[in-house]
Nanobody, 122 residues
Framework: QVQLVESGGGLVQAGGSLRLSCAAS????????MGWFRQAPGTERQFVAA????????RYADSVKARFTISRDNAKNTVYLQMNSLKPEDTAVYYC???????????????WGQGTQVTVSS
């Protein structure tokens, strides 16, 4: 079992930056692919970014490319999402998730955090 706890959310003005963290406990994250997702009120949860277990491969949603950066520190069992040039449309609850190799075959993430609110004012 993996427990994920997000932090770093808050209120920021448009154009500002935030750094989200996702700390894991229960198991080492080093064997999991990690992802960040977000959900705005009245919308479905959407993919934001993902990173391979080694950190050597990353993928981003088109809407955040060149603005957001996902990274991980396996020694600290933590994954990060650096968000720059934030826009009001980035306002959402942000979730981190862990995907095992079995989960990847099934196309699902196995573990989810509770989320952290990010609000970007115009």
């Amino acid at each position: 079992q993996v427990q994920l706890v997000e932090s770093g959310g808050g209120l920021v003005q448009a154009g500002g930056s935030l750094r989200l963290s996702c700390a894991a406990s229960g198991r080492t994250l080093s064997s999991y692919r990690m992802g960040w997702f977000r959900q705005a009120p009245g919308t479905e949860r959407q993919f934001v970014a993902a990173i391979s277990w080694s950190g050597g491969s990353t993928r981003y949603a088109d809407s955040v490319k060149a603005r957001f950066t996902i990274s991980r520190d396996n020694a600290k069992n933590t994954v990060y999402l650096q968000m720059n040039s934030l826009k009001p449309e980035d306002t959402a609850v942000y979730y981190c998730a862990a995907q095992s190799s079995a989960g990847r075959v099934q196309g699902v993430y196995d573990y989810w955090g509770q989320g952290t609110q990010v609000t970007v004012s115009s």
